[in-house]
C-alpha cells in the first residue's frame, strides 16, 4: 500500500490551483465573501507570524468557499518604507531592487503555503499604477479641505540633519548618533481626520460583537472624546485664558492655573521678573519626549510667570505657572488646577507649596495630608451657591452660571490629532502638488498623475540631508507651474506609507482597472470586507486611517458605506519558548525549515490546532510531528477506502453509529468556524478520524459506505486547514480537484438526535412505565423524570413514598407505603 508521505503530495499538488484558477471569484451573482489579510510588509521572506496570520484567515476562505459562496481572498504588498530605503543606501542600490526581490521570494513560500489566494488581482503599493490613485485620492481629500499644510514641530537631529519619530528619541538624544535631538518646526501635510472624530466613535456601534472588543477600546481612548466645558479666566492686566475642564463642579476649588511651558501663551505671559527662567525651563523641555512628559509618576516642575487671573464664578485670584505636565495641543493648552480633586494637580501644589482646597465631600481622607486627591462621587462643599449639590448636578449647574455670565459653556474635546502624513524621505509615494510663487499650492493636474518617484537614484543619494532626497533632484523637482508655467517646485515630500494602507482593500475589487480608482459596481459587489485578519499592533493607526479614508471617500460619493471591515480577527503571535522571537533572543524558528521538515500540511494545521486563533502560540509546546502523524492517518482513510474496491454505496446501508459522527462533526463544524473556534474543528476532525478507523477494524472494513462518507466529511473538513492532504484524499476518493468546491455535505438532522435507551420504572417491584432517555442521563435526572410520570403517579396517588433504588440510566424502582 501507498504511505503518506508529505513530500510527495506536495509535488503533486504544487502549482495546480494558480494554473486552474481554482481561488479566482466566479462573480456570477452568487452570494459573496470577502476575506482580507493584512497584506504583508516584504522586508524579507515569509515568517511564522504571516504563516500563522494567513492561516487562520485561509480556514473563513475556505470555509466560505464550501459553503458556496463566490469568495474574494486576495492579496498584495505594503512595499513602500524605511527598510528598503535604508537597505537601499547600504547596498548602493534603488530600493525596487530590494523591494521586488524580496517579493518574489516571499511570494514564492506564499504559493508553497497553499493559501487560497487570488494571485490575479495581487497588487503592489510600490507600483506607479496603484501610487496613481493613492495620489489622486490625496488629491480629492485635499478639495474636500481634508488635506492641508501647518508649520508644526518636529524631533529634530542636528548631527544627521533628519526629522525623528518619537520612538527614534531616546533620552531626548538620536538613537543612531546619540546628538542631543532638537525641535524644529517644519511645513507639514495633515489629513483632518479630526473632521470625523464624532462618525470613527459613534459607528463602532455597527463593530460591536463582530470586533474584539479591546480594539474597540482602544479606539475609543485614542480618540479621546470628553465632555466638558471651556471657562474663561480673565488674567490681571493680560488678555483672556480659556481652559477646558471635565469638572466644572469643581470650579471653587480652583488655587492656582497651569498653562502649557512649550506653548507660546507662557512667553506672552510671563512677566520680565521671570521670563529668564521660563526660557531656561523650555530649553530643558524641548528634550523630552511627549511621553516621558505625561508619564504621571514624573516629578512635577515648572516656572511661576509673576501673573494672575481671576476666577469667573468667586472672583478669587489665582497665581500662574507654566509646566510641562499641560500639553499645548490638548483642550486649550491651559487649565484651572483643583489639586484635591486631580492628582497631577495636587502634585504639582505639593512640589510648589500652593493651597489645597476640597469641594466635594466624599468621605475620602484630605488630600493636602495624605497627597492623594480624592476623586470619588460625593456633596459640594465650600462652593457657595452650588454647597450640598450633588457631582452631576453640580456639573450642570456651573455650566449655566457661566454661560449666563459670558464666561463658559459646555464643549467637547478629542485626544485625536490630525494624520501628519509628509514624510521627508523617498521610497513613498510623491504628494502630487507643485508650489509656484504666484499660485501657491497647485494640485499636479490629473492627467498627469502619477508623479512617479525618479529611477535613477541610489544609494548615498537616498541618504536624509534634513530635507527629503527628492528635493536635490533637479530634475525632478523644477517644473513649470500647471497654472501660469512659471518657473515652480514640484512637493519633495512622500506621504506616510499609512496612506497606501488605507484604501487597498477597494483597490482589491478592480485592481486592473486604469481608468478608476476602483470600479463601483465591483466595490458594491465585494466590499466592505466580510473578515479582516491582522495583527492586534494594528488596533489603532492602521484601522483608524482605514476607516477614516473609507468615510471620507463615502463622503465623496465614491462608495455606499462607512465601515471598510464587517467583521476583525486578531491572531495571536507566535511565539518560542514563552518569548517573542527575536534576533537578540536568538529564539527565531525559520518557517522555511518547518516547512521543509513537517510539511506545509503539518504546520499549518499544528498552527491551527495549537490555540483559539486569538492566543498566542508557543512554538516550544506544540508538536507539528504529530499533527503530521494525524494527516497520515486521515490520509490513510482515503487510500484504505479506494482499495477496498471503491464503490459507493448509499451511505444509508453504513455503519450507523459513525454516520452519526459524522453528521455530527459537520453539524458542529460549521457553528465552531463562524464562532472563530478553528481549533475546536480540528480536535472534532481528529475524532471523526478515529471513529471511522475504529469502525474499519471493528469488521465493517473500509468499504462500508459510512467509511466512505466518513473519509469525504474528514477531506472536507481538512481543506481548510491542510490543503495538500485534502486535495489527495478528495481525488483517491475518485472526485475531480478540487475539493474546495467540494461544497459542505447536507446534515441529515435525523443522525443528530443523542442516544437514547429505554429506562423502566417500577412501584413495589411491578413495572408500571417505560421511558425514553438519553444513555447517559444522570441518576438525579432519571429520578426525577421516573416521578414526574404520568402513569406512576396515577399508580400511586396520596401513598408515601419512602424509598427510590435508581440504577441508571436503565432502572427506578419507588418503595411506597
Ligand atoms: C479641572 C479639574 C478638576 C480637572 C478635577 C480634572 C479633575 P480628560 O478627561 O482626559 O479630557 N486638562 C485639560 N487640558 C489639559 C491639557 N492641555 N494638558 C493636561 N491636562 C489638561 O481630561 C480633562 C481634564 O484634564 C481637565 O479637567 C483638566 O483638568 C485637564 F477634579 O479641570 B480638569
Sequence with gaps: DAEYSFADVEDRWAGWWEQAGTFTPRGDGTETRTVVDMFPYPSGDL?????????????????????????????????????????????????????????????????????????????HTSDPEYYRWTQWLFQQLHRKGLAYRKDSPVNWCPQDQTVLANEQVVDGACERCGAEVTKRTLNQWYFRITEYADALLDDMDQLTGHWPERVLAMQRNWI?????????????????????????DTLHGATFMVVAADAPLALELVDDAHRADLEAYREELKKASDIERQATDRPKTGVFLGRHAVNPLTGERLPMWASDYVLADYGTGAIMAVPAHDQRDLDFARAMDLPVRVVLDTGEEDPAETGVATTGEGTLVNSGELDGLSRADAIARAVEIVQARGTGRGTTTYRLRDWLLSRQRFWGTPIPVIHCPEHGEVLVPEDQLPVTLPTDLKGEQLAPKGQSPLAAAEDWVDVPCP???????????TMDTFVDSSWYFLRYASPWDEDRVFDPELVRTWLPVDQYVGGVEHAILHLLYARFFTKALHDLGLVPFTEPFRALLNQGQVLNGGKAMSKSLGNGVDLGRQLDEFGVDAVRTTMVFASPPEDDVDWADVAPAAAGRFLARAWRLARDVRASGGQAGDPADGALALRRVTHRTLHDAAKLVEDHKFNVVVAKTMELVNAARKEIDAGAGAGDPAVREAAEAVAILLSLVAPYAAEDMWVMLGHEPSVVRAGWPAVDESLLVEDTVTAVVQVKGKVRDQLQVPADITAADLEERARASEKVRNFIGDAEIVKVIVREPKLVNLVIR
Excluded at 227 to 243: M, N, S, W, Y
Excluded at 483 to 493: I, L, Q, T
Aim: hydrophobic letters at 40%.
Design 47 to 123: 515568517h511564522m507570524g504571516h504563516a500563522e496570520a494567513f492561516a487562520m484567515g485561509d480556514v473563513m476562505a475556505r470555509y466560505w468557499m464550501q459553503r458556496g459562496y463566490d469568495v474574494l481572498h486576495p492579496i498584495g504588498w505594503d512595499s513602500f518604507g524605511l527598510p528598503a530605503e535604508n537597505a537601499a543606501i547600504k547596498r548602493n542600490a534603488h530600493p525596487a531592487e530590494w523591494t521586488y526581490a524580496n517579493i518574489e521570494t516571499q511570494k514564492g513560500s506564499f504559493q508553497r503555503y497553499g493559501i487560497a489566494v487570488d494571485w490575479s488581482r495581487e497588487l
Design 224 to 248: 479621546g472624546r470628553s465632555a466638558g466645558a471651556t471657562v474663561e479666566f480673565q488674567v490681571e492686566d493680560g488678555p483672556v485664558v480659556p481652559v477646558f475642564t471635565t469638572r466644572p
Design 483 to 493: 497654472e501660469c508655467g512659471a518657473p515652480a517646485k514640484r512637493d519633495s515630500d
